[in-house]
């Protein structure tokens, strides 16, 4: 089966029926324009990653950026929220499997991260079927029957959704632009919104966003322009994407503030990722002689330095919200 392809884009995964009608022409030229118009910018930012890290092996040790000390002592708040992300005390993730999906949806939680990265191997079939999976769930067409027998059909009530598009280190080796790679994130996000976005709006549940693995303010900057460009193409109003940040690498923790005041337009707040948290210290440390963490079961939100990163988290969501009914929290990722 071909594809009819925007000039420049190429697309070598196999292509399975269904699959056409989420790698449509237009839907492929948007990621194809953020592409050109961001990889650039997230070529150096990664790069900006491994500068930081050969600095830290050195000895260097992160501190709050002196050139941002105005944001942070700054009087600004984010925007508020639509009424469907105002109640969002038990959140449930997984991934983007029909199942899945349709036992998140139905789980009683009130908001429902469905995956594209983590939770998810991020294979091309599952990455591709996961964007026809959200589709019909959208539109609630979703259902899946077991080897079994078993039948599963979305219920009258069911949470609000959000999706978790790939960080910025991850590329989607299957599709190209001019030659390069495109970002496996730009791609998760491109697609679901260019198809699902305005359903969405109409239903008055979305676009919800959660944006995993950054690790400075220049990376929302990033995801902030990368809104403002696709909701401009899209002709959706500026602020619609609303996005949720998950705190999950210690160099974020000094700048959480700066985040939130990059995404402010777009912010659905902060959520604290305790593993890739503590990987991410780990990581960052790795040859500094005097870090060493204990058993990892013994590391629990109440040990001192995860303790810590939680209450910064919390103090600066709250300093930076607009009314009530906002989100801060932890998970389990």
């Known amino acids: 089966m071909s594809l009819n392809l925007p000039a420049g884009v190429q697309v070598a995964g196999p292509i399975k029926p269904g699959y056409e009608s989420i790698l449509t022409h237009d839907a492929l030229a948007l990621v194809a324009k ?9 070529q150096e ?20 950026l002196p050139e941002t000390k105005a ?22 993730t997984g991934p983007v499997e029909a199942k899945m999906i349709i036992n998140a949806y139905n789980s009683g939680a009130d908001s429902y991260m469905t995956d594209f990265e983590d939770s998810n191997s991020p294979n091309w079939d599952n990455q591709v079927q ?40 991850l590329d989607e ?34 676009p919800f966003f959660y944006l995993p693995k950054m690790e400075s ?5 990033l995801w902030n322009d990368i809104f403002v460009m696709t909701q401009e193409h899209c002709g959706v109003p500026q602020g619609t994407i609303k996005a949720t940040v998950l705190v999950e690498t210690i160099l974020a923790t000094f700048e959480m503030e700066e985040i939130l005041y990059e995404l402010r337009n777009h912010s659905a707040g902060l959520n604290a990722g305790r593993w890739d948290y503590i990987f991410s210290c780990i990581k960052k440390f790795k040859k500094n002689k005097n870090f060493c963490l204990a058993q990892r079961s013994a590391i ?8 810590g990163y939680a209450l910064a988290l919390v ?8 009314g009530h009914g906002r989100h801060v929290g932890a998970h389990p990722d």
Not at 34 to 42: C, D, K, M, Y
Not at 300 to 307: A, D, L, Q, S
Not at 315 to 322: E, L
């Open 217 to 221: 303010h220049l990376e929302a900057r």
């Open 315 to 322: 103090q600066a969501r709250q300093a930076r919200r607009t």
């Open 130 to 169: 996961g964007q026809i999976n959200l589709y019909k769930a959208i539109r609630r067409e979703l259902s899946f029957k077991g080897d079994n027998g078993k039948e599963y059909k979305l219920n009258e009530k069911i949470a609000t959704l959000q999706i978790r598009p790939r960080g910025w280190h």
């Open 300 to 307: 629990t939100m109440e040990v001192p330095f995860m303790r």
């Open 34 to 42: 953020l592409h050109r118009a961001f990889e650039g910018r997230r």
């Open 45 to 64: 930012l990664l790069q900006a990653r491994v500068a930081r890290q050969a600095r830290i092996d050195a000895g260097e040790m992160p501190d709050f």
């Open 71 to 92: 944001i942070r002592e700054g009087d600004w708040k984010i925007s508020p929220l639509p009424k469907a992300l105002e109640r969002r005390r038990t959140e449930i």
């Open 173 to 206: 080796k299957h599709v190209t632009v001019d030659g390069q790679r495109v970002s496996g994130g730009i791609f998760d996000f491109g697609l679901v919104f260019f198809h699902n976005a305005k359903e969405q709006i109409a239903r008055g549940a979305g």
